[in-house]
Structures are given as C-alpha cells and as structure tokens.
C-alpha cells in the first residue's frame, strides 16, 4: 500500500519554536523552529518513506468558523515574532524537501490535511498519515489514515485502537466529545458545567450529541447533568460546529500532484544560508550550480586503509613529522594522508610518536591524553587539536563534529564509513589558515593548545575529599532538612510534599491564600521557583523556611551524596574541563561540577572544608585573582579615574560608593559600599536601572541616578562601552585582549528585547572574554614553572579567577610566590593585576 505523509506546518513550527532553545545565523536570523521542523520531518520521511507528500499551512485570512462566531480562537496569545520571521525560510525547506504547500483561504490547516486524508480513502489504496501536535486532529483517524501525534521528546501513532485504549470511544467520536466538554486553547464553550471525565462517559454511552440529546431521560445521566446539557444544548451544537474539521476542501489539486520526488539539490544552498552543516551532512548534500546540477567535491576524502601492527605503525610513522590519529571503535586510525592505517592494540608499543618530537592532528585531544595517561606513558604532546582550532574560530557557536568541520571547510563530505581521520590533516591547514586570517594565532598556540595538556593533567590527578567529614556534612544537612520540614509543616497547618511544585502552590495560594497579584503562572498554576517565592518573603513566615530547605536540600542531593558517588576508590573527585563550550572562553566543569560548589551561605563554604590533599604531609595552595574584571574594564576604557583608584591602592568600591551617595570616602558605611560593588560589577555586565533597583532595593528613579552619577564620576567607561556595541553592531562580533571574537547575532534582531540583550552581551564579552582568556594563560604559565622548576605540587583546580595548586607543605610557600609571579605577569595592562594567596589544609583553610 502506497503511503501519504501530511504534516501540520503551523502546528510542527510552533512546537519546535517553544521546545528549542533560540538559535540565529551570524546575520541574526532566528532559526531555532525552522531547525527543530526539519529534524521532526526528516525523522518520518525516513521512517515512512512516502509516496505522496504535503504541508499545510493556516492563512491570516478568516476562515468559515471565525465567520460565523467572531468568538473563536479569541484569546490567543500573539504570535511570537522570532517565530512569524522563520515561516517563510521553513515553507521554502520544506519545499525544497520535497513536499507540497497547501493553503485556502476560508479553511484552516487542519481541514485541508482532512481533506487529503480522503482523497487517500477515495484511491483505495493510500494510508495516510497526519503529522501534527494537534489533537483535533484525531477524529481524521480510521482504517487508512493514522495521525503522528508530535509529543515531548517523540511522536505518538494513534491508529484506532491506540485511540480507543486511550480514550474509551472511537475516532470518529472525538468531535462530539469536544462539542461537550469545549476547548479553551480555541475558545471553543462546550457545555458549561461539563468536563472531561463527564463528557467521555456520556459519548462512549450516546457515542454523539444528537444521540445524547434523543435520550436526556436515560436513568444514567444524573439530574444535575441532565440540567446541564438542557441548558447547553446550543452551546453543544455550536461548540461541535466549531470542533469539526471539514474534509471537502475545494482544492485543485489530486494526489498525483503530490507525488513526493525526493529532495532537491538547492536544498544545499537554503542550509548553508540558514547555517545548518549538520543537516546537510544528513542529507548528503553538495552545492549546485544554477541549473541544480550537482557539483563534485572540491576534495576527495576517500583514502585506502589498512590494518597494521605497532611494528609497521612505527615503520610508516616514526620518520614522519607530522600525522593525524583518531579514536573510535576501539581503535586507532592513524592518517599520512595518502593512506589510513587501523591499529587496534595498546599504545605502549607505539609510545615514541607520542613524545613530543611529532607534530599529531587530532580531534579532542584531552581524550588522547587520557589514554596515554591510562597506560602511563609520560609524554611532552601537545595535540593538534581540531575541536580547539574550531572552538578558536567559531567563537563558541557552530557544529564542531568533523563531519561539519569539513562540509564548511574543505565544501566537501566525509564519505560513508570513511573515518574522520582523512579529513583531518587537510581540515588543520585550512582552520589554521582561517584563525591566522582573523588573528587568533596567538590564542590558539600560546593559550588553547598548551591549556589541554594542563587539563587533562588536573583531571587525572583529581581532587581528594574526605568521605568521612563528607557523610558527617550529609549527617548534618539531613539532620536541618528535618527541622526545616518540621517547622514549614506546622507554618501550613498541614502535612504535605515539600518537592511538589504542585503541592506546594496549593498550600501557599488555596491553604494559606498568600498573595498572587503580579505572579507568573506556569501549566500547573502559580509558579514556586526561587523569585516567585523571594517577592512573597514578607508575607509568611514560611517563605524563608521554605527558601532555606531548598538551599538545604540542594547541597545534601547534589553535594553530600552526589561527590560520594563519583568518587574514586581513593577518594580523588575526577571533573571534567570542558574546553570548547561557552561563547566567552570560560572553562566550565562537569561530572561533577566543582565550579559550581557554593561559597556565599555558611553551610556552602563549609563544604569546602571536605576538599583535602591527598596525604597529610601535603597542602593546598590557593591564588585568586582580585577584581579582575574592574581592572580588565579600567584597562579597556582608559578611564584615568578608575586607572588611577587601581594605581594607588584605592578601595574601588568605596571610592564608586563616595561618588554615587556624595560622600566622603571615609564616611562610606559599609551597606553603600555594597550597594557601590553591585553597581561597578552590574555595569560590566549591562545592568539596567530596573534590574539594578531590584538588586540593591532601591527605586528604579534611585538606581538610574547611581548610575548617572557612576558615569559622572568615570565618564571614559561609557564612552568605552558605547563603543564596544557600536563595534559590535558594525561587525558582527565582540574581541578579548587576545582576539577572541564573539559573534553576536541578536545584535541584527527585529526584535527590541533581542537587541537590548545583544547589547549587554556586547558590553561584558570584551571583560569576561579576557579575563577567560588571562586565566587561562595563567594556568599554562604556572603549569610550565612548576615542572621547571621540579617542585613536588601540581595544578588540580581551577574556578573563575581562582587557581588551587596541590604541594608538599615543604615547597609551599615557593609555590605561593610562584603563582602570584606567574599569574600577576600573565599579561601587561594599564594597572596592575593582584592576586591573593593563601595555605591550608583543606579548600576553606586556603581561602583568603
């Protein structure tokens, strides 16, 4: 039997739209819905491979419903317009996909996709099948057309019996059903007083309304019922009017015109404009010339392999200066580039490659580090590492995978079951030659590259903690959630699950009816997450009760238990950098995430105490750089003021604090030097007055002087950052003191809260992404010194602006002078950079 594949364009987009994450290209063109649509298309178009394809789309035209009752559909929230924006781009891929586009005016999608689904019935030998999120779309459902019900993280078939297992009545019943118990996403009334539980009951007995009304005096519908639907018996009608799809749309068009003839080849060019290397790698698409023929590959990729043993590993190899390897398969493909050879054994025997005297393209090369470290082969490598040199050119946003890598860059494909590896030496020339056209050699070979190494060392080594204080923490943490749930059950009156959202909501806004004016809803009702809860603080006593046993319970869950689980067997914490991840150059941790482990409460430092050195004659030595940033953003504007606060020692916070409050600085009370540091460091992240008002409580009128009177007081910075989004604007990006570029797409957005957000990341990339990139550095510098050197100590974790260096207690106070030299000399700016250091036992010891 031949197939049909029809799909719901308004309802497809709409859900990828809300169930992806917003993704632009590098002009600023939102493309996160047309992205997830293709990727749900293709998912069926593989799995049905059909005969016949179409899409329909609604029209802004009204349609016979909205005629004849003005109420329907009113409501509705506008729709998005980073989402109107993507439809045009996604009808033309689905175009290019293969599909047909149907739309009429007076009709919506949903009666044209019924409509196809019986010219299907007509041909007698078509199953249809209807892809959509919709659910009145499952009265379409019967022996020859199924519908793809597009939920959460899959798609549901709903054939009949799945519909009847579902709901207890047929298909073709649904209509009826929704005729009474209404519809409010379409604002469709139904019987008032009648719900779903009621309604279901009622059709699976009547299986229709005109059914249902022949018989109200049945003895199974209670009174109450029975008034109900006397009462709403034209509501009923009308509401099933409303909930019908028609399937005699007068289309022009027969099945044969929909006959799906695969994709076409432009489909190259739309992807590549949208910036979607990874679909055109799924397609195997190649450009076209303007007669859509396809062009070859600018390169052929297609090597010939070999197996081989270590001994002829060395033999091809060892007299080469330069080669490409990469893991998969529980092997090794080592690449000349003339030949690929497959290695499947250890790499002991091998070891002499990995000495540092070859130069070895690869992809990932923390993970080649690892392996060499597993089998303890000390090595002086330092990777070529393809990831790092996309990372270094993309910004932080793009497809890093090689298959993508070499689409963009080589314009050719990677074929079928061909490793990477024969891409790879081509591809480093090509990334190279691109990193050195925009200017980034030196933030790929004096910082990146030789930060790998570091990395993967610090992960090997690990951190140890003591388990036993670790479980005594946990002890403790458990001890207060018990007091805090004891004290929050007898603030409600009423025992209930103090982790359900739900649970919790109807005991703050039913039980206790706190206030909800203002709040945000979510599906469930009035939300309870953190600034919910925070803006009621003052109107229970159990709000505070309840802020704290989260705090409480997130420690003991994520912390308590969770370090003791990944621990190793002797107690070392193994996290893992990730390198190639966030837009502004920052490492971030995971598995666990020990950037993450708390420092502002009491019981979130004291957690620290449990992070130890591995032996009692060893101590950890932790260096931390002070006001990097301000620093960074005196550097960066020139401002003299701020230059000069730096230069002479001045307390920075209370010098802003005496211009803002107009104070002496030796009358500054500490609570205005707090409120001062909140407004130097919202500045560099492009604060508002609004959000700066809710930071330090002041009116927004009050926060917006402050600032005004910051810009007074250091006037360069606003010219400064003034300049920073002009720049951005002009060129697309953002660059640290070292080059790295930071691509902004929101900054082209149509849309005003878009821009605005462009703009507060164009004013904080520049500071952030630099002090990224210092310590960076840093770590690199402070690695190479302490083995120069031969101290006993190494680098075994790094947070923000914060380095913790493990040491034998005899070399510790070398290693505290070496890192304040080596960390404080990373770069030369206008001012100084400081770093405090300190000693201790544990990590709390070490603070400063």
Request: hydrophobic fraction near 40%; charge should be negative.
């Amino acid at each position: 039997m031949k197939k049909t594949l029809v799909i719901d364009g308004n309802s497809i987009l709409n859900r990828a739209f809300y169930g992806i994450r917003p993704l632009y290209t590098k002009t600023g063109k939102p493309t996160n819905a047309i992205y997830g649509m293709l990727n749900i298309v293709l998912r069926h178009l593989e799995a049905l491979k059909p005969d016949y394809a179409a899409v329909a789309f609604d029209l802004k035209a009204p349609n016979f419903r909205k005629q004849r009752f003005s109420y329907y559909k009113e409501g509705r929230h506008e729709t998005p317009e980073e989402l109107l924006l993507q439809f045009d781009d996604a009808k033309e891929c689905l175009r290019l996909l293969g599909f047909h586009t149907l739309e009429l005016a007076g009709y919506e999608a949903d009666d044209i996709l019924g409509t196809v689904a019986r010219l299907g019935e007509k041909s007698g030998d078509v199953h249809t099948y209807v892809l959509s999120g919709d659910r009145d779309l499952l009265q379409l459902i019967d022996d020859r057309t199924t519908v793809l019900l597009a939920a959460t993280g899959d798609t549901v078939a709903f054939d009949r019996d799945a519909f009847f297992a579902k709901y207890g009545i047929e298909p073709s019943e649904f209509v009826d059903l929704k005729a009474l118990m209404g519809d409010s996403s379409d604002n469709i009334p139904g019987v008032p007083g009648v719900g779903e539980k009621t309604a279901s009951k009622l059709i699976a007995e009547f299986h229709s309304i005109k059914n249902l009304y022949a018989n109200l005096e049945s003895p199974s519908i209670a009174k109450g019922v029975k008034a109900k639907l006397e009462a709403g018996k034209s509501s009923a009608e009308d509401s099933r009017f409303l909930a019908e799809i028609c399937r005699t749309v007068p289309l022009s068009v027969t099945l044969d015109d929909l006959t799906y003839d695969g994709v076409c080849p432009k489909m190259y060019d739309k992807c590549t404009e949208l910036e979607f290397s990874v679909l055109i790698k799924k397609l195997s698409l190649v450009p076209v010339d303007e007669n859509c023929a396809c062009d070859t590959p600018t390169l052929s990729l297609a090597l010939p392999l070999k197996d081989a043993n270590a001994e002829e590993i060395l033999a091809v190899f060892a007299g080469v200066s330069r080669f490409a390897l990469e893991m998969r398969d529980n092997a090794y493909y080592f690449s000349d580039g003339k030949a690929n050879y497959r290695y499947a054994g250890a790499l002991s025997p091998v070891a002499p490659l990995f000495d540092g005297s070859h130069t070895v393209v690869t992809y990932d090369g923390k993970a080649l580090l690892h392996r060499l470290f597993a089998e303890e082969i000390k090595t002086a490598l330092v990777p070529r590492d393809l990831l790092l040199y996309a990372y270094v050119l993309a910004g932080g946003d793009g497809s890093f995978s090689p298959d993508a890598l070499a689409l963009r860059y080589l314009e050719t494909t990677i074929p079928e079951g061909e490793p990477y590896v024969s891409a790879f030496l081509p591809l480093e020339e090509a990334l190279f030659a691109e990193i050195e056209k925009i200017g980034c050699r030196e933030l790929l070979e004096e910082i990146e590259l030789p930060l790998s190494p570091v990395l993967a060392g610090m992960e090997h080594e690990g951190f140890r903690i003591d388990t036993e204080a670790l479980e005594a923490f946990g002890n403790r943490l458990a001890t207060e959630m018990v007091l805090l749930t004891e004290n929050i059950t007898a603030h409600a009156g009423m025992e209930f699950n103090l982790n359900s959202p739900k649970q919790l909501a109807e005991v703050l806004f039913t039980h206790l009816a706190l206030p909800t004016k203002g709040l945000k809803k979510n599906k469930n009702g009035y939300s309870t997450d953190v600034d919910t809860l925070s803006a009621l603080r003052h109107t229970h006593p159990i709000i505070d009760e309840i802020l704290e046993y989260r705090k409480v319970s997130k420690l003991y869950s994520t912390y308590a238990q969770g370090l003791i689980k990944v621990a190793d067997e002797s107690g070392s914490i193994h996290t893992d950098f990730k390198q190639a991840l966030t837009a502004t150059g920052r490492l971030s941790s995971a598995e666990p995430n020990l950037q993450n482990i708390p420092i502002r409460t009491p019981l979130g430092r004291e957690l620290r105490r449990v992070f130890i050195p591995k032996s009692p004659s060893r101590v950890l030595v932790d260096a931390d750089y002070s006001q990097i940033e301000l620093r960074l953003m005196a550097a960066l504007s020139g401002d003299s003021e701020m230059c000069d606060a730096f230069l002479s020692g001045t307390d920075i916070h209370r010098r802003t604090a005496a211009a803002v409050f107009r104070l002496p600085e030796p009358l500054v009370p500490d609570e205005l030097r707090a409120r001062a540091k909140a407004v130097n460091f919202g500045i560099i992240y492009g604060i508002s007055a609004y959000s700066l008002s809710g930071d330090i409580g002041v009116s927004v009128a009050e926060a917006k002087r402050y600032m005004d009177d910051y810009f007074a007081e250091f006037p360069s910075i606003k010219s400064y950052l003034d300049g920073v989004i002009a720049s951005a604007e002009e060129q697309g990006y953002t660059t640290t003191l070292f080059g790295r570029r930071r691509y902004i797409p929101e900054l082209s957005s149509r849309i005003f809260a878009q821009r605005a957000f462009g703009k507060r990341v164009a004013m904080n990339s520049p500071i952030q992404g630099s002090a990224a990139d210092i310590i960076k550095l840093a770590m690199v510098r402070v690695d190479r010194r302490l083995k120069a050197e031969g101290l006993d100590a190494r680098l075994i974790l790094q947070v923000h602006d914060e380095l913790i260096v493990e040491a034998e207690e005899t070399c510790a106070e070398r290693v505290r002078t070496l890192l304040k030299e080596e960390m404080e000399g990373a770069v030369s700016l206008a001012v100084p950079l400081t770093v405090s250091t300190a000693i201790g036992k544990n990590w709390l010891e070490a603070e400063h």
